[in-house]
């Protein structure tokens, strides 16, 4: 091949100058492109930009591979934010999108705005529909101050309904007269809860009428049947003496008794007084004291499950023994046993009031023990004010029973004996449950019925470091805090007497 033909078939494969600026400028672009849309997630083949147009390839120019040419930058950005990525191909009318790209995205930026927009009016009409619903500011406080008006009004009406129907119910604050009512014959209960509201006896006619309903249902002896004619009863009744009072039921005897029950009589001593006054017989009352369920919250514990099994047989205690409160009361003669009964439970739980059993529970004690601490109390005690030292002594023991198992009181030996002697020289050696010297902490259970002051005295001893009293022969009773020291008392006391 000579010198002109080589020269022919390099001259053959050059490109034309203005092919090699068509191409620059399409890079050019690419490169701008890139640069502004900062296009990373798209992947270009750039081996198809030498098709710059298929008429060119059909007239027999060479095609040109732009392999060799592409931008590395291009690639390497590329491949840095999609290494798995594989190069499409584009034809060089893609490298014109970038404008319309541009475009695009102000179209967005336009639409995002104008979404931004339609949000903010979106809230504000929100606002406006919450400002609407909840009114003027003004508006809104009157009617918080009216809604807690409302409430208050509300808490107030319903306090005051209860503690009017309380003591509708308990008779705690009424007056005291009496009121003969007429009753007709066979009159049901609601008649007669309208006779007694309108004679003013009581308050609440429904509330009675749905009482003594009730009670009906758990007594016996009640059969929703009524005397009739004129009968005397007092506003100062309670709802069960009120129904006990107009009730007709078996009665031997007509009228009524007024007994005073001294304070710390025993449940056999305070049956003897009920007899001796025409109030039934002794052997009717054992099921109303052992048997009988009486609903009332101290009741609850009173049962064959938690108390000891002396306090159920009669040789020894009652079940009752302890809650037949001290004070006065009317009778009917030969009065239901029950009803008798009841009258005493009442009486105790209109005084034993609901700070009392939150007191019981700081102590550490139920109920029936502070009962039974307080019928000690009671017996061994000659004066209320004795009764908070003494109190403090038998408390003191039982918080260090380690050192003083023994509450060491003659008066519970007392109990035990079939006949009293008299608190001196009694046996403390006798075998009896009841016995607190040879028995450790209190006994089975009372050994009286105790007084008000008995019963505060057992739930708020007096602070002392006292282990020991004794009653000396004049009455008075002296406290000491040694074995020693109170010894000293009882032989000075002993060679007085002498």
Not at 126 to 137: C, P, Q
Request: glycine content about 4%; overall charge negative.
């Amino acid at each position: 091949m000579d010198e002109n033909e080589n020269k022919k078939g390099i001259d053959n494969n050059k490109l034309d100058t203005g092919d090699i600026d068509a191409v620059l400028k399409v890079f050019g672009n690419a490169k701008k492109r890139t640069e502004e849309s900062k296009i990373t997630d798209e992947t270009i083949n750039l081996s198809a930009v030498g098709k710059a147009s298929e008429a060119d390839a059909n007239d027999g120019k060479t095609r040109v591979n732009f392999d060799a040419v592409k931008p590395e930058k291009a690639s390497s950005a590329l491949g840095a934010n999609n290494a798995t990525s594989s190069f499409s191909a584009i034809s060089l009318d893609d490298f014109n999108t970038a404008s319309s790209r541009q475009s695009s995205k102000k179209q967005k930026t336009s639409k995002k705005s104008s979404r931004s927009k339609n949000d903010a009016r979106s809230e504000i009409e929100d606002e406006n529909v919450k400002v609407s619903f909840l009114g003027s500011a003004k508006f809104g406080v009157i009617k918080i101050v009216a809604y807690i008006a409302f409430v208050a009004f509300a808490v107030w009406f319903i306090s005051k309904t209860v503690i009017n129907v309380g003591n509708d119910l308990f008779a705690f604050v009424k007056k005291n007269e009496e009121i003969t009512v007429i009753i007709p014959e066979n009159a049901d209960t609601e008649l007669i809860a309208d006779i007694l509201s309108k004679a003013h006896v009581i308050q609440y006619p429904l509330v009675f009428e749905k009482y003594a309903d009730f009670r009906i249902s758990k007594r016996a002896y009640l059969t929703g049947k009524y005397l009739s004619g004129p009968q005397t009863v007092n506003p100062s009744m309670n709802y069960d003496q009120l129904l006990d009072a107009l009730s007709d039921y078996p009665r031997t005897v007509k009228g009524t008794v007024r007994i005073t029950i001294p304070e710390g009589l025993t449940v056999n001593e305070t049956l003897d007084l009920l007899v001796e006054n025409g109030v039934g017989k002794k052997e009717n009352y054992l099921e109303a004291l052992q048997e009988f369920d009486y609903e009332y919250e101290f009741m609850k514990h009173l049962n064959k499950d938690e108390l000891s099994p002396y306090r159920f047989d009669s040789n020894y205690s009652y079940r009752l023994e302890g809650y037949l409160f001290p004070d006065t009361y009317d009778f009917y003669l030969s009065e239901n046993p029950i009803s008798v009964i009841d009258k005493f439970l009442t009486n105790f739980n209109k005084k034993f009031e609901e700070e009392f059993y939150e007191r019981c529970e700081k102590l550490g004690m139920t109920v029936d023990e502070v009962i039974t601490l307080a019928s000690l109390i009671e017996k061994e005690g000659n004066n209320a004010s004795d009764y908070y030292y003494i109190s403090s002594v038998f408390h003191n023991r039982l918080n260090n029973s380690s050192k003083f198992p023994y509450l060491n009181s003659d008066a519970t030996i007392q109990y035990a004996m079939p006949e009293r002697t008299g608190l001196y020289d009694v046996d403390t050696s006798l075998d009896h449950p009841y016995n607190t010297y040879i028995n450790r902490g209190l006994p089975p259970g009372p050994i009286c019925n105790p007084s008000m002051e008995a019963i505060y005295a057992a739930l708020y001893p007096e602070k002392t470091t006292y282990y020991y009293f004794y009653t000396k022969k004049d009455g008075e009773t002296v406290f000491s805090r040694t074995a020693e020291e109170h010894q000293r008392y009882i032989n000075a006391d002993k060679a007085k007497s002498q």
